[in-house]
């Protein structure tokens, strides 16, 4: 599978953006996809992972109730849309797949920069 996110960019604290990961190749037995991000200097972060049949999704506290992850209906493109941004959110985010619920995230996309200006 090859992922490509896009979406990122330069936002005011407060405002919004949407991130968008287009999955091709050997979809149809993903198990889901998550969207991570990394910071200047830190870990790699989970955000958030919605699976890929059914639709369920699940958030890491750190951004529970201002970001949403959401799947194109039954297509191959997840999208985060991230609201009330503050300083703190800007790191490049990344979009990863599982193909089993035993197996850890892979097949990682380049990234997209997210920036949010105080």
């Known amino acids: 599978v090859q992922l490509q996110a896009s979406g990122g960019g330069l936002v005011q604290a407060g405002g919004s953006l949407r991130l968008s990961c287009a999955a091709s190749?050997?979809?149809?037995?993903?198990?889901?996809m998550g969207w991570f991000r990394q910071a200047p200097g830190k870990g790699r972060e989970f955000l958030a992972g919605?699976?890929?049949?059914?639709?369920?999704?699940w958030y890491a506290s750190s951004v529970k109730g201002r970001f949403t992850i959401s799947r194109d209906n039954g297509g191959n493109t997840v999208y985060l849309q991230m609201n009330s941004l503050k300083p703190e959110d800007r790191a490049v985010y990344y979009c990863?797949?599982?193909?089993?619920?035993?197996?850890?995230?892979?097949?990682w996309g380049q990234g997209t920069l997210v920036t949010v200006s105080s």
């Open positions: 990863a797949v599982q193909a089993s619920e035993i197996r850890d995230f892979g097949s």
């Open positions: 190749g050997r979809t149809s037995s993903l198990y889901s």
């Open positions: 919605i699976r890929w049949s059914g639709g369920r999704t």
